[in-house]
T-cell receptor
Framework: DAGVTQSPTHLIKTRGQHVTLRCSPI?????VSWYQQVLGQGPQFIFQ???????GRGNFPDRFSARQFPNYSSELNVNALLLGDSALYLC???????????????FGQGTRLTVV | DAKTTQPNSMESNEEEPVHLPCNHS???????IHWYRQLPSQGPEYVIH???SNVNNRMASLAIAEDRKSSTLILHRATLRDAAVYYC????????????FGGGTRLMVKP
């Protein structure tokens, strides 16, 4: 079975540009979450989507947005890129019959975004 | 914020047991305790989770203190592949995948 897949794996963008990152969850998983991991730190929660609705949002500016599609795949969009947005962006999926913490999250390998 | 305290780094010899401690003094009665690990250049990987009782799976054991303010992840026989950053997280029961990662413990395994 395929795990969580993210695309692209690497990306270089210029300050002020916009970027779209994509995530396909494990088949049957209805919940997708996004995390940002700056070099040397633990991942920071950005968004959680469950059944195509936003269920949680971390402490990130409005330049960050996301959505989940009917097939449960997801996109993370970042506008007006800053140098500080350079990071590894991780997507995680879970099989949730309800939004409970009594389950495990499966992470993808991430998208490495570099803003120059 | 759901804050945990872990040592920055630990060292172990290959094939010996490893006990990774975590303090979570602000945990509430319905919060779950999760452990994830992250190998170099990879996304985090689920290790184990629990609520009140000790838990065992094929990867590790989780020992939860009676007052639930601390827990210990036990790797029974460390291998070189276990060298990673280990994150202890506690999560509100209705939080789903909203995991609050701290700095974690970097485990080094010596051959």
């Amino acid at each position: 079975d395929a795990g969580v897949t993210q695309s692209p794996t690497h990306l270089i963008k210029t300050r002020g540009q916009h970027v779209t990152l994509r995530c396909s969850p494990i088949s049957g998983h209805k919940s997708v979450s996004w995390y940002q991991q700056v070099l040397g730190q633990g991942p920071q929660f950005i968004f959680q989507y469950y059944e195509k609705e936003e269920r949680g949002r971390g402490n990130f500016p409005d330049r960050f947005s996301a959505r989940q599609f009917p097939n449960y795949s997801s996109e993370l969009n970042v506008n007006a890129l800053l140098l500080g947005d350079s990071a590894l962006y991780l997507c995680a999926s879970s099989y949730l019959s309800r939004p409970t913490a009594d389950t495990e999250a499966f992470f993808g390998q991430g998208t490495r975004l570099t803003v120059v | 914020d759901a804050k945990t305290t872990q040592p920055n780094s630990m060292e172990s010899n290959e094939e010996e047991p490893v006990h990774l401690p975590c303090n979570h003094s602000t945990i509430s009665g319905t919060d779950y305790i999760h452990w994830y690990r992250q190998l170099p250049s990879q996304g985090p990987e689920y290790v184990i989770h629990g609520l009140t009782s000790n838990v065992n799976n094929r990867m590790a054991s989780l020992a939860i203190a009676e007052d639930r303010k601390s827990s210990t992840l036990i790797l029974h026989r460390a291998t070189l592949r276990d060298a990673a950053v280990y994150y202890c997280i506690f999560t509100r029961y209705n939080a789903g995948n909203m995991l609050t990662f701290g700095g974690g413990t970097r485990l080094m395994v010596k051959p």
